[in-house]
């Protein structure tokens, strides 16, 4: 096929370790992947299609992720340092059999990225870094449980915070979920991107393109890489059975950013604009999407 992996025979067993007849699981959509190919469209690699049981490994590593965030969604107030989020995800992540994917990923020296305010993505806890009334935060998790890799992050705001954080926070989300509702089985990927950026827009706010989403599962990023200043109609088509996150970085200002010299890792924006973002996770069904990690 175009991906060079064999092709079984129909009455064989299928690629995908499923134990049915290949006639009887992939062979259908093998087809349609190939026809796209055959009209000049981008197929990723059969060997990004996540089988039944890799989902059910990518659920349970997510199942712990999501209780991490649930955990600091729980305990987050005014008076808490960023440290202490890193410590508190590290004890529950060792309760519960699992470790970061973040810590040493690319040589990153924590378990969580924490990004106040303007900080974009990628902060670093810190003790001296307290949160206080009126900041808005993103608390980006990952978790490798048996060899299988979930992400997904959330925004929260303490105490009282202003409208225009509060609407940069929501229209994030919103954005989010728009491009959700945008994931169809043999739609393009551009579609999502688009979706996303669309709703920022409207709202008088704009898209770091710098970043994106990634294919997520068996390593902590694949492909595709996920952006969400994209086109519609372009870019890979998307097939049941692809995972990926779709985490947009949705700036008040300019969409321009900075990394801070010392560390090579913290993103604020340019302009000290405050940026928002949140993650989710999911994987292309038959007929739409079904959501792994938020
Ligand atoms: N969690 C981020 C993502 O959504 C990646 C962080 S990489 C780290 O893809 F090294 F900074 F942790
Ligand atoms: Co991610």
Sequence with gaps: MFDKLPVPGRNDPCWCGSGKKYKKCHAAADEKMEEFVLKGEEVLPRSLL??????????????????????????IRAGVSTMNINEWVESYLSDHGAVSADLNFEGYPYSVCTSINDVVCH?????KDVLKDGDIINVDMSTIKDGYFSDSSRMFCIGNVS?????????????????????????????????VHQVALDAGFTVVRDYGGHGIGKEFHEDPFVSFVAKPH???????????T???????????????????????TKDGSDSAQWEVQLVVTKDGYELLSW
């Design 50 to 75: 996540k089988t039944k049981k890799d989902i059910e490994g990518i659920k349970a590593s997510a199942a712990i992720n999501i209780g991490v965030l649930d955990y600091v969604g729980n305990h």
């Design 123 to 127: 902060g670093f806890p810190n003790k």
């Design 163 to 195: 409208d225009e954080r509060k609407r940069l926070v929501e229209v994030t989300h919103d954005a989010v979920q728009a491009g959700l509702t945008a994931v169809k089985p043999w739609g393009h990927l551009g579609d999502v991107g688009d979706a």
């Design 234 to 244: 372009t870019g890979p088509i998307l097939v049941p059975g692809m995972c990926f």
């Design 246 to 268: 779709i985490e947009p970085m949705v700036n008040a200002g300019k969409p321009d950013i900075k990394i801070e010299r010392s560390n090579g890792w913290i993103v604020r």
